[in-house]
Every structure is written in structure tokens, then in C-alpha cells.
């Protein structure tokens, strides 16, 4: 049994699921205790989301192999990459627009940060160039200019879903604790760390044909927050 267990918000959210029934125990001990994290059931929307990381930024799988594309094996397209692997590129390519669009310098990629018993592994770590912004129609100082902000990328067919646990329909979002319990557990982890409630976004890219595209700002109280602690105590604990 490993003796170095970090919780992750990864390992938070699989604890629910086996304490709900959505996740086999034996499964879960085998990729927790027994370090078999990088042998995980990966399923074909992981691996589009993992290549569509890569291409966005070269961001690589915590666990497991460099990605790779699918390959149509027949007919015409033999030998080329398949579409959907192909549109996850298009949207690769619009991730760094929309980054630059919005002045978001990427600083770190893939950073790990660690505090006593916790693990976050993040997407990107940028700097918010903006020396303003807009807050109810009106231009006004920018209070993250030149501090590091957490992003995380997301490339989901679910981008207007509002009844799915993973859905990010805005009007349901706030109540997906499934969702919410990253951007908790990384401003958590950071704050511990640095002193500071870093600022976090989820970058969200549609996997579907309309290549549609969101930035979400996640503000959260820090209370819930600094309550975080307890909830990754009792975790670890059970």
C-alpha cells in the first residue's frame, strides 16, 4: 500500500462516487493504494480532451503516455488523423487565441504544487496582463494585473448541458459540486501555499461541430474555502 498518499481533487471526487455506488472499491484501492494510477480506464472523450491539452499547450496526462490522435485504418482518410481528433486541434488552436485575446500570459504548464497531505495538478498557471477591466459596464482597476491566475482547460460535448453532473450550463453550475470541488481544492491548495486566493477560470471548448468556447471566472466564498481543510482531513482519515 503506498505510504505517500496525496489527496488530489481526482481522488475527492472518486471517493464519492464509491461512497455512492459509482465506483467499485476494489478499483478504487488498486489505483490509489496500489499505484496503479497511470493504468486507469481512459474512454475516448479523456483522450480527446488529454490531445486537445497537448496541442493547446503541450500539457501532459499526470498519468500515462504522451496522447495521441486516432487515424481513420480504411477507406479514403486512411492514414489521417480522425475528425474528431482533428476539430480537438482546431479547438487547440483556438484555446491560445483566446488566451492572448484576453491577455492571459501562460507562465506555468502542468505545474504540480503539493501542501502536506494535498496534490493539485494543474492545467496552466498564467499572469492576467490586463491592467483593467469591465465590472457592471464600468472600466476599473484590475486588482489580478500582474498575479498569477489559475486555468483550466476543458473540452466537453456537454458545454450547454444542464442536468448532467459534468453539464456547464451557467444557470446550473454553481450546484455540480462534482465541478465545483476543483476550483475549491486548487484555490485551497495555492492559498496554503502562497498566502493568497489565487483567481480561477475554467477555459471551456466544445468538442461538437459548432466549436464553441467559454471562459468562466469562478468566484468563491473564502470561507468554503478555508473549510476545504476539513473536508480533505476527514478524507484522508476514512
Known amino acids: 500500500m503506498s505510504k505517500d498518499l496525496l489527496i488530489s481533487q481526482s481522488l475527492l471526487k472518486d471517493y464519492e462516487d464509491y461512497l455512492f455506488g459509482g465506483m467499485c472499491g476494489l478499483y478504487f484501492q488498486k489505483i490509489y493504494f496500489f499505484?496503479?494510477?497511470s493504468k486507469r480506464l481512459t474512454s475516448k472523450e479523456m483522450r480527446l480532451g488529454q490531445w486537445f491539452e497537448y496541442k493547446a499547450f503541450g500539457g501532459l496526462p499526470v498519468y500515462g503516455d504522451k496522447p495521441k490522435p486516432d487515424y481513420y485504418v480504411q477507406g479514403p482518410n486512411k492514414g489521417f488523423v480522425t475528425d474528431e481528433f482533428?476539430?480537438?486541434?482546431?479547438?487547440?488552436?483556438?484555446?491560445?487565441?483566446l488566451l492572448e485575446a484576453h491577455e492571459f500570459k501562460v507562465k506555468h504548464v502542468s505545474p504540480e504544487m503539493v501542501f502536506e497531505n494535498s496534490v493539485t495538478h494543474m492545467d496552466l498557471?498564467?499572469?492576467?496582463?490586463?491592467?483593467?477591466?469591465?465590472?457592471?459596464?464600468?472600466?476599473?482597476?484590475?486588482?489580478?494585473?500582474?498575479?498569477?491566475v489559475i486555468m483550466d482547460l476543458k473540452y466537453t460535448g456537454l458545454l450547454e448541458d444542464k442536468w448532467k453532473d459534468i453539464g456547464w450550463h451557467l444557470d446550473s453550475l454553481p450546484e455540480k459540486r462534482k465541478l465545483m470541488l476543483q476550483p475549491t481544492h486548487y484555490k485551497w491548495v495555492y492559498a496554503a501555499k502562497k498566502k493568497r486566493i489565487p483567481t480561477f477560470y475554467f477555459a471551456l471548448f466544445s468538442s461538437k461541430a459548432d466549436l464553441?468556447?467559454?471562459?468562466?471566472?469562478?468566484?468563491?466564498?473564502?470561507?468554503?474555502?478555508s473549510k476545504h481543510e476539513d473536508y480533505v482531513e476527514k478524507a484522508y482519515d476514512e
Open 212 to 225: 464553441d468556447r467559454k471562459l468562466i471566472r469562478v468566484n468563491m466564498d473564502p470561507e468554503l474555502i
Open 35 to 37: 499505484g496503479m494510477k
Open 86 to 97: 482533428e476539430r480537438a486541434e482546431v479547438q487547440a488552436e483556438n484555446a491560445r487565441e
Open 125 to 148: 498557471i498564467c499572469t492576467d496582463m490586463k491592467e483593467t477591466v469591465f465590472r457592471d459596464r464600468k472600466e476599473v482597476a484590475n486588482p489580478d494585473f500582474l498575479l498569477e
